[in-house]
């Protein structure tokens, strides 16, 4: 195969928006809501929804949100996924120099899969292992990530050969790096009580096949007993809702609340579904969610980081990668 790159790996990320404006965040929202693995109802009579209703007033607050974590570097999202992809490719080069080419694609935003697909092309690359960043599958993140990708590989010329890593909720790698952050993170303190939190999707998905609740609770069920957490004393709930129907129960924000009312000394929160610090952990998890809890009388409140790119995680994802390049590098 000669010395330069012919395998690709592909990251797969939901995205973010390009900069904390309502425009920058309307062009996302829009490509993202208009996803019918994210929203299924029918075209006529969700896209009044979301063109008349939604997408003029999400915009503007969902930019005031990602104006508070944003920093000088850009999106939390993308900078600590390209982060992710400069250690896993520092990784995979020690073990094959030269080889190996890793590239970032985001489902919704910039760099796109169709952009990443191209760079990897253009790198010789006549193979390519996608690697979504959703260790547990959903159809919403994984399915739609994998199906945008397989379209855009088909209608290429010359098609590359293709694998999927398969997901990854209870690989040992993974589970390994969750449990290393969370004890990093946490040290000697000692918590009350831990909710694992997750993001949430449609009861009507699950009840229709969609394997993530089940994929959610093997893995909190794993990190728990990692962690020595007592049964008894752990949670697992569904955050991030949106829209009207029932989705996955307990909702994360009701659970702070009651737990916040059982004056819990030491509240520790994982969110072990995200690889990535995003809005929904730095926002959502990290401000509005410990607020609440706070203000219904909870006390000590510690948000685990996400995976993010520490040591331990790029190694997992080195590990994971190579298993699944056996036999072409």
Sequence with gaps: MGSEPRVGVLLLQLGTPDEPTAPAVRRYLEQFLRDRRVVDLSRAIWLPILYLRVLRTRPAQSARLYAKIWTAAGSPLAVITNAQATGLAARLDGVVPGRVRVAVGMRYGNPSIASAIEALAGAGCDRILAFPMYPQYAGATTGSSLEEFSTLIARRRVVPSVRVVPPYFEDEAYLGALETVARTALGDWRPDHALVSFHGIPQRYATRGDPY??????????????????ADMTTVSFQSLFGREEWLRPYTNETLTALARRRIG?????????????????????????????????????????????????????????RELQGWI
Excluded: Q
């Design 213 to 230: 609740p089940e994929h959610c609770h093997v893995t909190a069920r794993a990190l728990i007993a990692r962690m020595g957490w007592a």
């Design 266 to 322: 030491r509240l520790a929160v994982v969110c072990p579904g995200f690889t990535a610090d995003c809005l929904e952990t730095l926002e959502e998890m990290g401000m509005t969610n410990r607020e609440l809890y706070e203000h219904a009388g909870g006390g000590e409140y510690r948000l685990v980081p996400c995976l993010n790119d520490h040591p331990a995680w790029l190694d997992a994802m080195a590990a994971i990668t190579t």
